[in-house]
């Protein structure tokens, strides 16, 4: 398993330009998303209305949806996960849910090791993607 | 790295290396990256060289450790600033009141030492959290329920030192209300329990709060003495049922006797979940912000041209089925007598445990279920703001009367009009604590230079409260000594006296420096 900090920095930008902020988005190309990613977190506000899930065809194991609020991905899932070492999360979210996981990764010896504005600004919601990945000897794998 | 005031970078770092031999090198932090985690992030000090940050942390994960760490501080005059998991966001987070202190991260002391079903109660340690002790009680098929803030993340000991508040039953709902029992490692490293918890072989820690002689318990509330390890509370027994329900009002007038009739019916046990007071005609466009009251001619005037109703109170009934509908009954037998064109609304019931279907549908919070939903809540519409961008709260204790509610509203909503203070949430009467209402009002704060106008504003926001008698009962560090000195009864003898209580049980200072207006005496001339 690589870390966060380890991923080409080229990888995480191209990942996030085609995360699917634009309504015609191919969602297949999502399998881009960079090597060493577990999973993936991505926030339906930014999604369009009426797109089916791409489920299909991801490369990272695991893709977790959200509409805004971390409660019910964090306790049922991340909480666990992130009481071991390893694991790291991908997402492209708005800043109020990557708000609340960094600080819920930074009690699990966890940080935001990359992160990127993106565009655009609907409704008050900054997107953003980011990468959050074990930090503290503890949970390093 | 830097160090704290007035101590040298050699005492520091023997103070260090002997807290790592305590507690292990890799969880003493010293980095900028590591301290990072421990600023305010809503801090209305963000970035200025005031800023209140650490010199260092570190996470001891016992008693012991926890002894180790504040007798190599107390040794050298290192101040500490313990935090329970540091989540008190808009009343100064995990940051230290004073610049430099280390920080005592108790995360690591997650244990859930005891919940007793019979007793209804539990003993925990600092580290754990609402959303742990939830999991406990669901992986173990308790039949307690816990009271929590929103969100629910945070702390029980944190927030219970913090006097913060829930939303289930009145003996619940104030969490330090709720404690019963606290164990506190001292300024010398000396360990001290209150209450039942200092008579050896005691099985009634959780069960006697007052234990013999003066209660204590208090010292560590919003405190500077002692570093919180162990502390008990007891737990809320699952009703069978919970039923909310309205009273809707249309006069201005009605507002004092509703209040007044609404207390006796609380404090005569009538109803037992968390009442609240507003006025759906000037919460209308927004429920977050209580308009203004207005003079009774134009309220009324409003409230027939909109239809809505002047006031609403709501009540929420915790218990069986049978009792709560004969509860709900009596109330309105007693409105209707007392109140022309009174109508009544039944807006929840559901029986206990909520299904999963019911789950989606109830705010959480009313019935012990933590969530971080409130995080989300800018973007779903409540009013332009985004949480994550930073907040802080004013919170006042004002009369709990009509009366006080009108005053108190009038007097806030002219004032930061007038001061230029944008509020984002406004509420005059919030309940979480017992027979209070506390005027609560959310202020953004800002990460661009905006926050000394900000500050000077608050301050005298603080001002004009206590000189109508309404005083903080929380506050971010920045104000904390503005508001203790409105606490002027007899020459502020109520921060002399905690100085002196400070003095005899931290005479070098160490603990919390500054922390709610109480400054070690070192330091107390230039106040930090």
């Known amino acids: 398993m690589i870390t966060g900090l380890d991923m ?100 699990r010896g966890r940080r935001v090791t990359q992160r990127r504005v993106l565009d655009p600004v609907v409704a008050g919601l900054q997107p953003v993607s980011w990468i959050i990945a074990p930090h503290h000897p503890s949970v390093k794998g | 790295m ?24 890799d969880w003493v932090f010293t980095s900028q990256e590591d301290l990072h985690t421990y600023r305010d992030f809503y801090s209305v000090l ?13 996470a001891p994960a016992s008693v012991e450790e926890v002894q180790a760490v504040v007798r190599a501080a107390n040794a050298r005059g290192i101040p500490v600033y313990p935090i329970s998991t540091g989540r008190n ?61 929103d969100p629910g993340w945070g702390s029980m000991v944190g927030n219970a030192l913090d006097s913060g508040g829930g939303y289930t039953a009145a003996p619940y709902r104030g969490h330090f209300e709720a404690q019963c029992g606290i164990e506190a490692v001292l300024g010398d490293g000396e360990l001290f329990r209150t209450g039942m918890g200092a008579l050896p072989g005691s099985e009634t820690w959780q069960q006697y709060k007052m234990g013999i002689g003066p209660s204590l318990d208090g010292l560590f509330r919003q405190s500077s003495l002692g570093v919180v390890t162990k502390m008990g509370f007891w737990l809320f027994p699952q009703p069978e049922a919970y039923l909310s329900a309205s009273i809707d009002l249309q006069r201005f007038e009605d507002v004092e006797p509703l209040v007044d009739l609404f207390n006796e019916l609380e404090y005569g046990n009538i109803f037992n979940g968390m009442p609240s007071i507003t006025s759906p ?47 709900w009954e009596y109330m309105r037998d007693r409105f209707s007598a007392q109140f022309q064109n009174v109508t009544f609304k039944e807006n929840q019931f559901v029986k206990l445990p ?31 703001f985004n949480p994550s961008d930073g907040h802080i709260w004013f919170s006042a204790i004002i009369p709990r009367t009509g009366k006080g509610l009108v005053e108190a509203n009038r007097v806030m909503r ?80 109520l921060r002399r006296v905690n100085e002196r209580i400070k003095d005899a049980l931290d005479p070098n200072g160490i603990i919390s420096a500054g922390r709610y207006g109480v400054w070690p005496k070192h330091l107390r001339g230039g106040r930090g």
Request: charged share 20%.
């Open chain 2, 354 to 384: 909520l299904s999963a279907e019911d789950m989606q549908k109830v705010s959480k919070a009313r019935f012990g279920v933590p969530s971080l939903e409130i995080f989300s809540v800018g973007s779903n519409g409540f009013g332009d």
């Open chain 2, 89 to 149: 966001l808009g009343y100064g987070g995990a940051a230290p009141v004073y610049s430099g202190s280390v920080v005592i991260d108790l995360k690591r002391m997650n244990r859930i030492i005891d919940v007793d079903e019979g007793n209804a109660s539990c003993l925990v340690e600092p580290g754990v959290s609402y959303f742990d002790m939830y999991r406990h009680l669901q992986e173990t098929g308790s039949k307690l329920w816990l009271d929590v803030p």
């Open chain 1, 8 to 107: 080409d920095r080229r990888n995480l930008l191209k990942w996030s330009a085609i995360v699917p902020l634009a309504a015609a988005a191919p969602y297949t190309a999502l399998a881009a998303v960079p090597q060493g990613v577990d999973a993936l977190v991505i926030d339906r506000r930014h999604w369009p209305a009426g797109t089916p899930t791409p489920l299909a065809g991801l490369a990272a194991p695991q893709l977790f949806t959200i509409d805004g609020d971390v409660t019910q991905l964090w306790y049922q899932t991340l909480d666990p996960i992130w009481r071991k070492p390893g694991f790291v999360l991908g997402g492209v979210t708005g800043s109020d849910a990557l708000f609340v996981l960094e600080v819920l990764a930074g009690d």
């Open chain 2, 281 to 327: 005609v000037l919460t209308r466009g927004n429920p977050m912000m209580f308009q203004p009251v207005p003079e009774p001619e134009v309220m009324n005037r409003m409230v027939e041209e909109t239809g809505l109703p002047a006031w609403r109170a709501t009540a929420g009934f915790y218990g069986p089925e049978k009792v709560i509908r004969a509860q």
């Open chain 2, 46 to 58: 963000w970035d200025e060289p005031d800023e209140r940050v650490a010199s260092a942390a570190v």
């Open chain 2, 2 to 25: 830097t160090t704290p005031k007035g101590i040298s970078a050699q005492v520091f770092a023997d103070g260090l290396a002997e807290m790592r031999s305590a507690v292990g090198a």
């Open chain 2, 414 to 493: 002219r004032e930061c009009a007038r001061l230029g203070i944008p509020l984002f949430m406004f509420s005059p009467a919030v309940t979480c604590w017992t027979r209070s209402f506390v005027l609560f009002a959310a202020v953004p704060v800002y990460k661009d230079g905006r926050n000394k106008e900000l500050r000077d504003n608050v301050q005298e926001i603080i001002r004009i409260c206590a000189q109508h008698g309404w005083g903080e009962y929380r506050c971010p560090p920045a104000f904390q000594d503005a508001v203790m000195d409105s606490y002027s009864f007899n020459n502020n003898i």
